[in-house]
C-alpha cells in the first residue's frame, strides 16, 4: 500500500462526512424533508362542473329533449355506501353514466364517494343538507338545507354540484325554487319516471316500473341504499341497450 498523503486524509474525512449526513436524512428524513402531502382536497383535481342555465328550459326540468334516444337515470345518494358503490360499478360496466343528488349529512360520512361518482363519469348534485321535507320549512330553513349541501359539495369538489333536487318532493314550491336560484342552480331537476324503489317491491317490480314509463328524454328517480335496486339495475340497462336508449348523465341529456 503506498503511502497516505494529507490530502488523501482528507478526501476520506469529507467521504465520511458525507455518508454520515446521508445516513442521518435517512433516519430522521420524515422530520427534516417531510414528503409532500397527498391529501385530496378540491386542489388536487380540477374543480368539478358547476350548473348551468339552459336557455328556454323552465325552471323545474322534469325531463329532456323526446327526439333524442337518451334517458338519464338519476338517483338519491344517501345509505349504505358498499350498495352506492355497486350501483355505480354495475352502471360502468354496461357503459352507462347516472346522476347523484347527494345529501349533505351522507357526504359527512362517507366523503370519499364524491370524488369516486365524479372519476366515473357520472354527475354530482345538491339534494340538501339533512334530506328532510324542505318544501314544508320556513324560509329560512329551507336556504339552510339548500346551501348546507352546496357547501360541503364545494369543499369536497370544487363546485355547488351541476343539480338541485328537492327533498322529499318531486317539485319545488315556488319558494324553494326562488331559494334554490339564489343559491346558484338556474334549475330545479324533478322527474317523469319514478321507480319507487325506495318501497322496496323488489327488483322485478323496480324493472317493470321503469321500463314501462321510460322514453325518449325521460328523467328517472332511483335511490342509492336498496338492494332491490342494485339487484333491478342491470335488467333496466339490458332492456333500455336493446330499445337504444343511451343511460346518460342529466348534462348529456341537457345538452
Not at 48 to 63: C, D, F, I, M, N
Not at 74 to 88: E, R
Not at 150 to 177: C, H, K, N, Q
Amino acid at each position: 500500500m503506498g503511502r497516505v498523503t494529507t490530502t488523501d486524509r482528507r478526501a476520506v474525512l469529507r467521504a465520511t462526512a458525507g455518508l454520515a449526513f446521508t445516513a442521518g436524512c435517512a433516519t430522521s428524513g420524515a422530520v427534516a424533508h417531510p414528503a409532500p402531502s397527498k391529501s385530496a382536497g378540491p386542489s388536487a383535481k380540477p374543480p368539478a362542473p358547476g350548473p348551468r342555465r339552459l336557455p328556454g328550459r323552465p325552471a323545474q326540468l322534469t325531463h329532456g329533449p323526446r327526439a333524442r334516444p337518451r334517458v338519464a337515470l338519476t338517483f338519491h345518494g344517501y345509505g349504505d355506501p358498499v350498495t352506492a358503490t355497486a350501483l355505480l360499478r354495475a352502471a360502468e360496466e354496461r357503459g352507462a353514466h347516472l346522476t347523484v343528488l347527494a345529501v349533505g349529512t351522507w357526504l359527512d360520512e362517507h366523503p370519499e364517494l364524491a370524488r369516486r361518482i365524479l372519476d366515473g363519469g357520472h354527475d354530482l348534485g345538491n339534494h340538501t343538507l339533512h334530506h328532510l321535507g324542505v318544501n314544508d320549512m320556513s324560509e329560512a330553513d329551507a336556504l339552510a338545507e339548500i346551501e348546507g349541501c352546496a357547501d360541503r359539495l364545494r369543499r369536497l369538489t370544487g363546485s355547488i354540484g351541476s343539480w338541485f333536487r328537492p327533498s322529499r318532493a318531486a317539485r319545488a314550491s315556488p319558494l324553494v325554487e326562488r331559494l334554490a336560484r339564489r343559491v346558484g342552480y338556474p334549475h330545479v331537476l324533478s322527474y317523469d319516471v319514478d321507480s319507487l324503489d325506495f318501497t322496496s317491491p323488489g327488483a322485478p317490480a323496480i324493472t317493470r316500473k321503469v321500463l314501462g314509463e321510460v322514453r325518449n328524454g325521460s328523467v328517472v328517480s332511483l335511490h342509492f341504499g336498496y338492494a332491490d335496486t342494485v339487484a333491478a339495475l342491470p335488467a333496466v340497462l339490458e332492456e333500455l341497450d336493446r330499445r337504444g336508449l343511451a343511460a346518460v348523465t342529466t348534462t348529456e341529456l341537457f345538452s
